[in-house]
């Protein structure tokens, strides 16, 4: 079975500074790589995903993240946070036979500060 | 396209009642699949509704149940709650392939005194 690891639980950050949160899954196969935010009040939205092809993937508002799939990671970065990516990011995994079932990984609260 | 809408958003329940919750999907969309959010467990995956046939299962005990309706509705059922089962359930529909996204309702807050 899949499991994904997320190491910060509770990011801090100043508007423009750089983002990186970190993802790991352990699976030895193809898997599709997902990364959602829930933004305070909100429903969970999908920031951008990972199934084949470039492994450096660009999603909505600015966010990528980069596949590595040697070191099992998918990370999730932007330049530059602005205060309303304050909110919850989760890392998710699925893969082939499982369907539409997600693992999900804790989760990281990102907090921005002006 | 709509998204996908859960009902009722707020529940209340006493322990060993049983609780229907509801979910209809984004139009098109066949799969239906439903998660359990708790701040100690985070998100688990609880079964998933493909064309009215349940096509996988968490590690939810028995009673934990749904099913799927033919125009692709689903609800999910609790029987004898109990107080750990307090969390927010969440619904995503996709078309049902392993690459297709999945889309969040906004969740129904169930808690039991």
Same mark, same amino acid.
């Not at chain 1, 040697?70 to 989760?90: G, H, I």
């Not at chain 2, 060993?16 to 066949?30: A, E, F, N």
């Given at each position: 079975a899949q499991s994904v690891s997320q190491h910060n639980h509770h990011v801090i950050l100043s508007e423009a500074a750089s983002l990186e949160l970190g993802c790991n899954?352990?699976? %030895? %196969?193809?898997? @599709? &790589?997902?990364?959602?935010?829930?933004?305070? %009040? +909100?429903?969970? +939205? &999908?920031? &951008? !995903?990972?199934?084949?092809?470039?492994?450096?993937? $660009?999603g909505i508002k600015g966010f990528e993240a980069e596949f590595i !799939?040697? $070191?099992?990671?998918? @990370?999730?970065? !932007?330049?530059?946070? +602005?205060?309303?990516?304050?909110?919850?990011?989760?890392?998710?995994? @699925?893969?082939p036979g499982t369907a539409s079932k997600l693992t999900f990984g804790t989760g990281t609260r990102l907090q921005v500060t002006l | 396209k709509a998204g996908v809408t859960q009902t009722p958003r707020y529940l209340i329940k006493t322990r060993?009642?049983?609780?229907?919750?509801?979910?209809?999907?984004?139009?098109?969309?066949?799969?239906?699949?439903?998660?359990?959010? =708790?701040p100690g467990q985070g998100l688990q995956f609880l079964f998933e509704y493909f064309s009215e046939t349940q096509r996988n299962k968490g590690n939810f005990p028995g009673r934990f149940s749904g099913r799927q309706f033919s125009n692709s509705r689903s609800e999910?059922?609790?029987? =004898? /709650?109990?107080? *750990?089962?307090?969390? /927010?359930?969440?619904?995503?529909?996709?078309?049902?392939?392993? =690459?297709? =996204?999945?889309?969040? *309702?906004?969740?129904?807050? /169930?808690?039991? /005194?």
């Open positions: 899954y352990s699976y %030895g %196969g193809t898997v @599709n &790589l997902f990364w959602y935010v829930q933004y305070p %009040g +909100q429903h969970l +939205q &999908l920031l &951008l !995903k990972y199934f084949s092809g470039d492994p450096l993937v $660009k !799939k040697s $070191k099992f990671s998918f @990370n999730l970065r !932007k330049p530059s946070v +602005q205060w309303s990516d304050t909110a919850e990011y989760f890392c998710a995994v @699925n893969a | 060993g009642q049983q609780v229907t919750l509801s979910c209809s999907p984004i139009s098109g969309h066949r799969s239906v699949s439903w998660y359990q959010q =708790t999910m059922n609790v029987s =004898t /709650l109990e107080l *750990g089962d307090s969390a /927010l359930y969440l619904c995503a529909s996709s078309s049902g392939g392993w =690459t297709d =996204t999945q889309y969040f *309702g906004p969740g129904t807050r /169930l808690t039991v /005194l």
